[in-house]
T-cell receptor
Framework: DGGITQSPKYLFRKEGQNVTLSCEQNLNHDAMYWYRQDPGQGLRLIYYSQIVNDFQKGDIAEGYSVSREKKESFPLTVTSAQKNPTAFYLC?????????????FGSGTRLTVV | QKEVEQNSGPLSVPEGAIASLNCTYSDRGSQSFFWYRQYSGKSPELIMFIYSNGDKEDGRFTAQLNKASQYVSLLIRDSQPSDSATYLCAVKAGKSTFGDGTTLTVKP
């Protein structure tokens, strides 16, 4: 079955540590996105990519980095520069150039600073 | 002003009633509108898409769009306890902007 796989489901980060969240899709979607969700709030866009080897900053990119070396993969690194990283991170994908197509989401990664 | 605003909620309705969820958006050029359902602790799932003015029905769900008023709504008929979730309104396909969501509780 096609879908998006995020791993790990739970992640604990120590102060000053970089961590990488994995996102893999087998839907053959062109576009991939990373969103952050804080309790009681909506989704805020961190980064997105519409094509391999290209990505764009979203609204809250500071302290995060991404890569898109393969169409299927869009990992997110939370760097030590992100001072408040505790949140629920969601990866999504969609078909580009189809305005009727919404997002398919992964199951999310819950990151906690310890 | 936020790009996408939803009723702050929470919204509570008795089982069998109609639940009405509302959303306004600021970009008059927006073409595509989506409703996602998110159960507690889970990721969002797409339940409705609408792009034309008027109503679009899918089972117990009806999405309504009024571009002149920049208003989108979701009606859930015959609400069930399993409908209890947070409902997110999203505007635009690709690089969507989301509202903060409205939490719905359906009481048996």
């Amino acid at each position: 079955d096609g879908g998006i796989t995020q791993s790990p489901k739970y992640l604990f980060r120590k102060e000053g540590q970089n961590v990488t969240l994995s996102c893999e899709q087998n839907l053959n979607h062109d576009a991939m996105y990373w969103y952050r969700q804080d309790p009681g709030q909506g989704l805020r866009l961190i980064y997105y990519s519409q094509i391999v080897n290209d990505f764009q900053k979203g609204d809250i990119a500071e302290g995060y980095s991404v890569s898109r070396e393969k169409k299927e993969s869009f990992p997110l690194t939370v760097t030590s520069a992100q001072k408040n990283p505790t949140a629920f991170y969601l990866c999504a994908s969609s078909i580009l150039l189809d305005t009727s197509y919404g997002y398919t989401f992964g199951s999310g990664t819950r990151l906690t600073v310890v | 002003q936020k790009e996408v605003e939803q009723n702050s909620g929470p919204l509570s309705v008795p089982e069998g009633a109609i639940a009405s969820l509302n959303c306004t958006y600021s970009d008059r050029g927006s073409q595509s509108f989506f409703w996602y359902r998110q159960y507690s602790g889970k990721s969002p799932e797409l339940i409705m898409f609408i792009y034309s003015n008027g109503d679009k029905e899918d089972g117990r769900f009806t999405a309504q769009l009024n571009k002149a008023s920049q208003y989108v709504s979701l009606l859930i008929r015959d609400s069930q306890p399993s409908d209890s979730a947070t409902y997110l309104c999203a505007v635009k396909a690709g690089k969507s902007t989301f509202g903060d969501g409205t939490t719905l509780t359906v009481k048996p």
